[in-house]
């Protein structure tokens, strides 16, 4: 349909809670979805919550075959998930890049449960259940996140470690995957 504007951080919308998809398989729904897909591929993302275009439902859009800003990441299956809840697996947390299209060209080293399981339904209603690690688990959390008004940034523990992706690269410092 169309792309959509991503609202940066400092917008006040960005730290609003979502509310439920009430009614399934609309083409209100519909029209959201693709419009999180057309505005993720136009930014080169690989992961978009509904709140980021301004839109304060919880639906996220994520997935990819390859991404150029995480290299070394395998593949995510393209998926919209609608409603979603998470259930942290194991206790044991790992640090990893991050980047944000509501925080352009920075980074930040986050930490994320390293296996979750998430569940929640497609648009059309038809359930999702899931347990995964690693870059997948920590792309869902990031999504959902945003669905409870959190940008990666106020996950991270040292501030140190987060900056512009240029000024981290000339620094030597890692802003891959971790």
């Not at 399934?24 to 509904?50: F, Q």
């Not at 393209?78 to 998470?86: A, G, H, K, Q």
């Not at 890049?97 to 352009?104: D, T």
Request: glycine fraction near 10%; aromatic fraction near 6%.
């Amino acid at each position: 349909m169309a792309e959509r504007r991503v609202l940066r951080m400092g917008d006040p919308d960005l730290l609003r809670v979502a509310e439920p998809v009430g009614t399934l398989g609309t083409p209100e729904l519909e029209s959201l979805v693709v419009d999180l897909w057309d505005t993720m591929a136009a930014r080169g993302g690989i992961g978009l919550a509904a709140t980021q275009i301004g839109v304060p439902l919880r639906v996220v859009v994520l997935g990819m075959e390859h991404s150029p800003r995480y290299p070394e990441a395998p593949p995510i299956p393209r998926t919209v998930l609608v409603n979603p809840v998470i259930e942290p697996l194991a206790q044991t947390t790992v640090d990893g890049w991050e980047g944000c299209l509501s925080v352009p060209g920075m980074r930040g080293l986050v930490p994320r449960w390293h296996h979750i399981r998430y569940r929640g339904v497609d648009p059309h209603g038809h359930p999702i259940d899931r347990e995964v690690e690693g870059f997948h688990a920590r792309v869902v959390q990031h999504e959902c996140d945003h669905l409870d008004g959190i940008l990666y940034p106020m996950r991270m523990r040292d501030l140190s470690r987060f900056g512009f992706e240029e000024e981290l690269a000339l620094a030597g410092r890692s802003a891959t995957p971790g």
